[in-house]
């Protein structure tokens, strides 16, 4: 089975801080996905990775960078993390075929 | 612009009844669907999917059936069980744009009461 780690399950962070959620996978995937969930929005996709040094944008990127320097390693970052990013962050991989996603549990963060 | 709607955010049903939980989809890009089941504080499992080239798909008290012409898709859980109380996302994979996303709907709560 596939696994998903997520660094911290639970994470408070000041305003204007700079915060990193990190997500590692045991299997050999390339694709790697960060997305945020918030009440009566469902998921939705921040950023993704196809491979090693490789982002691309998703639905709501703005205030979020990613980093993918090892394949098996997937980073958010929030440059100045804002109250209104205070939300269950989840990871996931994917393997070809399409039906293969896998999440991490999620790390829920509150910006106070 | 929600490409994948779950338009009711919460559903009610007897122990023993059948849950059926609604999803309808506007792009026909998508060629591949899934539910996902949600407890609070842990991340979205998978629980069933369907192909758009079928109509149905089975899977013990799971069937999942795909209406390609309306765009819609609906999950049948009988019989239901305490245990499947749970948030229930539906999500739709697909080639968009030139890359390949997996987009969700916006979840329905789903309480079995015994």
């Known amino acids: 089975d596939v696994k998903v780690t997520q660094s911290s399950r639970y994470l408070v962070k000041r305003t204007g801080e700079k915060v990193f959620l990190e997500c590692v996978q045991d299997m050999d995937h390339e694709n790697m996905f960060w997305y945020r969930q918030d009440p009566g929005l469902g998921l939705r996709l921040i950023y993704f990775s196809y491979d090693v040094k490789m982002k691309e944008k998703g639905d709501i990127p703005e205030g979020y960078s990613v980093s993918r320097e090892k394949k098996e390693r997937f980073s958010l970052i929030l440059e100045s993390a804002s109250t209104n990013q205070t939300s269950m962050y989840l990871c996931?991989?994917?393997?070809?075929?399409?039906?293969?996603?896998?999440f991490g549990s999620g790390t829920r963060l509150t910006v106070v | 612009d929600q490409q994948v709607k779950q338009n009711s955010p919460s559903l009610s049903v007897q122990e023993g009844r059948i849950s059926i939980l609604n999803c309808d989809y506007t792009n026909s890009m998508f060629d591949y669907f899934l539910w996902y089941k949600k407890y609070p504080a842990e991340g979205p499992t998978f629980l069933i999917s369907?192909?758009?080239?079928?109509d149905k798909n089975e899977d013990g008290r799971f069937t999942v059936f795909l209406n390609k012409s309306a765009k819609h898709l609906s999950l049948h859980i009988v019989p239901s069980q305490p245990g499947d109380s749970a948030v229930y996302f539906c999500?739709?994979?697909?080639?968009?744009?030139?890359?390949?996303?997996?987009?969700f709907g916006q979840g329905t709560r789903l309480t079995i009461n015994p």
């Open positions: 369907i192909s758009s080239i079928k």
């Open positions: 999500a739709a994979s697909g080639k968009i744009q030139g890359a390949q996303k997996l987009v």
């Open positions: 996931a991989t994917h393997r070809q075929p399409a039906g293969g996603y896998t």
